[in-house]
């Protein structure tokens, strides 16, 4: 490689996504690429969760929340793998998805997806993108009867199982490949709600911890396999008005006060 040729690489080792300035990465443009293509769709979204929100606020004395809605969600976070060593580091994960729930979040469905690319054994590159429907279990879902947001909080406690179609790359000395294959995971998080959520919409802030598995074959050295820890947090976009999860409230919940406790 020339000189020049490896200086440039050199300092653009270790880049961010940064919207001002065309990213080059070691390993070619692969990480670049996906960190621009999750912002166009995060762009993308933002009108429609601005236009949501405002459509909300006309709304005086909408649907009270009650477990069930409809949600755009958007996901900021890490990853890393399962058995990583020493010298392995941990990298970004962005992503989209839609969820909707019924009465009391007795049923809870979201479908999205993600990518994440961080670095591996030996000096592999590794980018992940995923598309997984994943279904919320709700303990505490009686909590949303007592009508304010610190029990929307706990009734907003789950566990997820979640399952769908993952495509690893994999850059490496001498290796460039394409891996696709079907992983499933679970997890664990709790859903926040974020000022009035009682007048039809509501914003949201969630966290959520991730254990995925895809047992797929890598030829770069150490990568039998890709399970990964994954961390995200999100802010959603919830509305309130579905009307299959709408139904006429018990007649000493009617008055919109909350429930004695």
């Not at 019924?102 to 961080?118: E, N």
């Amino acid at each position: 490689m020339a000189p020049a040729s490896a200086a440039a690489t050199t300092s653009t080792r270790g880049a961010h996504c940064d919207s001002t300035r065309v990213l080059m990465w070691p390993k070619g443009t692969r990480r670049s690429a996906l960190c621009q293509t999750l912002c166009v769709l995060a762009i993308a979204l933002a009108p429609t969760l601005a236009r949501g929100s405002t459509e909300g606020t006309a709304t005086e004395g909408g649907p009270r929340y009650n477990g069930g809605f409809w949600g755009l969600q958007l996901h900021l976070g890490v990853t890393s793998r399962v058995d990583a060593d020493l010298g392995e580091g941990i990298g970004p994960v962005l992503g989209v998805s839609g969820r909707i729930a019924t009465l009391m979040s007795l049923v809870d469905v979201q479908v999205g997806v993600r990518a994440g690319t961080y670095d591996g054994p030996e000096g592999a590159s590794v980018s992940r993108w995923s598309a997984t429907a994943e279904l919320h279990a709700h303990p505490m879902f009686l909590r949303h009867l007592y009508g304010s947001n610190r029990w929307y909080w706990l009734a907003g406690l789950h566990v997820s199982f979640g399952a769908g179609l993952e495509v690893v790359g994999v850059t490496a000395p001498g290796i460039d490949e394409t891996l696709p294959g079907f992983g499933w995971q679970i997890g664990a998080g709790t859903d926040i709600p974020v000022g009035e959520v009682d007048d039809g919409w509501g914003l949201w802030l969630g966290v959520d911890y991730t254990l995925k598995f895809l047992a797929v074959h890598s030829a770069a050295p150490r990568l039998d396999d890709f399970d990964e820890h994954v961390l995200v947090f999100t802010l959603a976009y919830r509305n309130n008005d579905i009307g299959f999860a709408q139904v006429p409230r018990p007649p000493e919940l009617d008055d919109r006060e909350p429930l004695r406790r």
